[in-house]
């Protein structure tokens, strides 16, 4: 599994020490980790880890063995579990002694943490802003769903979660408080896994939405769904071409001294252009443009 995640497409790859492994295997993973990192090619698929969450027994090994082994090969440490700043900042400090200790460049290998403690939503802003190491944070819907009491048979599977007693998208704050969160502090907002990969369209759906919202990327819990993400977090190339040309438009009617531009029938101005920024902006981190 290690070897087909390493080969495929996904713009990172993180090998699991949390969820994914009983707590009987999880010394032995370690190493299997390690060796995975060094010894095998991953082209530019950015390379991380999941570690336990800060409160378990396992973290402080988490970090120390697999940096010790392989800390040159690691580009991002995701922490699970967050409950406030304070644990990024122990993941951040034990980060730094570890990469002095062995002469690695401080402050190259980033952080990424996962939404899914209610105590985490309540407050998303000082977490976002915690550390200069913080690159991302995903929305783990499974462990939020229970850490808030709610009434889910499964987690991250359906696209809205819509039902008779409730007929909204029951995620829609924690997506939409987590996004203004991390455009606010410069970060990337990264939607959680969907766990019936048998469902393709749900998957997209989910991902249209995220994406609407403002969010950048989403797990992908089976290679299938790689292919599908691309699809939907890239703009078309019809979408880059209208937004670079209404660009245009609007700075041509700026060097005439106007306000606005018509484009298409549309009266766009600079508040426009920055909707068509966004576009460009993510043709750019897509290697379109």
């Given at each position: 599994?290690?070897?087909?995640?390493?080969?495929?497409?996904?713009?990172?790859?993180?090998?699991?020490?949390?969820?994914?492994?009983?707590?009987?295997?999880?010394?032995?993973?370690?190493?299997?980790?390690?060796?995975?990192?060094?010894?095998?090619?991953?082209?530019?698929?950015?390379?991380?880890?999941?570690?336990?969450?800060v409160q378990t027994q396992w973290c402080h090994d988490d970090l120390i063995?697999?940096?010790?082994?392989?800390?040159?090969?690691?580009?991002?440490?995701?922490?699970?579990?967050?409950?406030?700043?304070?644990?990024?900042?122990?993941?951040?400090?034990?980060?730094?002694?570890?990469?002095?200790?062995?002469?690695?460049?401080?402050?190259?290998?980033?952080?990424?943490?996962?939404?899914?403690?209610?105590?985490?939503?309540?407050?998303?802003?000082?977490?976002?802003?915690?550390?200069?190491?913080?690159?991302?944070?995903?929305?783990?819907?499974?462990?939020?769903?229970?850490?808030?009491?709610?009434?889910?048979?499964?987690?991250?599977?359906?696209?809205a979660q819509r039902s008779e007693p409730y007929p909204g998208d029951v995620?829609?704050?924690?997506?939409?408080?987590?996004?203004?969160?991390?455009?606010?502090?410069?970060?990337?907002?990264?939607?959680?896994?969907?766990?019936?990969?048998?469902?393709?369209?749900?998957?997209?759906?989910?991902?249209?939405?995220?994406?609407?919202?403002?969010?950048?990327?989403?797990?992908?819990?089976?290679?299938?769904?790689?292919?599908?993400?691309?699809?939907?977090?890239?703009?078309?190339?019809?979408?880059?071409?209208?937004?670079?040309?209404?660009?245009?438009?609007?700075?041509?009617?700026?060097?005439?001294?106007?306000?606005?531009?018509?484009?298409?029938?549309?009266?766009?101005?600079?508040?426009?252009?920055?909707?068509?920024?966004?576009?460009?902006?993510r043709a750019v981190q897509c290697g379109l443009l």
């Amino acid at each position: 599994m290690i070897g087909k995640a390493a080969a495929s497409d996904a713009d990172l790859v993180f090998l699991d020490l949390e969820d994914a492994v009983a707590p009987a295997a999880k010394p032995g993973a370690r190493r299997n980790i390690s060796e995975a990192l060094n010894d095998l090619d991953w082209g530019t698929t950015a390379r991380s880890y999941r570690i336990n969450a800060v409160q378990t027994q396992w973290c402080h090994d988490d970090l120390i063995q697999v940096v010790t082994e392989a800390g040159a090969n690691i580009d991002v440490i995701i922490v699970p579990k967050i409950k406030a700043a304070r644990d990024v900042w122990f993941v951040d400090d034990m980060l730094t002694q570890l990469e002095k200790k062995l002469g690695l460049e401080v402050g190259r290998i980033g952080i990424e943490v996962l939404i899914e403690e209610v105590q985490a939503l309540q407050s998303v802003d000082d977490i976002a802003s915690s550390s200069d190491r913080l690159e991302a944070m995903i929305l783990g819907v499974g462990d939020l769903s229970a850490s808030q009491g709610m009434r889910l048979m499964h987690s991250g599977g359906s696209e809205a979660q819509r039902s008779e007693p409730y007929p909204g998208d029951v995620w829609h704050y924690a997506r939409t408080r987590m996004v203004v969160a991390a455009r606010s502090a410069g970060i990337d907002a990264v939607d959680g896994p969907y766990a019936n990969f048998g469902n393709p369209g749900g998957y997209e759906r989910v991902a249209q939405t995220f994406a609407m919202l403002g969010g950048v990327g989403k797990w992908c819990i089976h290679p299938s769904q790689i292919d599908l993400a691309n699809r939907v977090f890239a703009p078309t190339r019809e979408e880059i071409d209208e937004a670079l040309a209404a660009m245009q438009a609007v700075e041509e009617a700026e060097a005439q001294g106007l306000g606005a531009a018509s484009f298409h029938g549309m009266m766009i101005d600079a508040a426009t252009a920055r909707l068509f920024q966004v576009t460009v902006e993510r043709a750019v981190q897509c290697g379109l443009l």
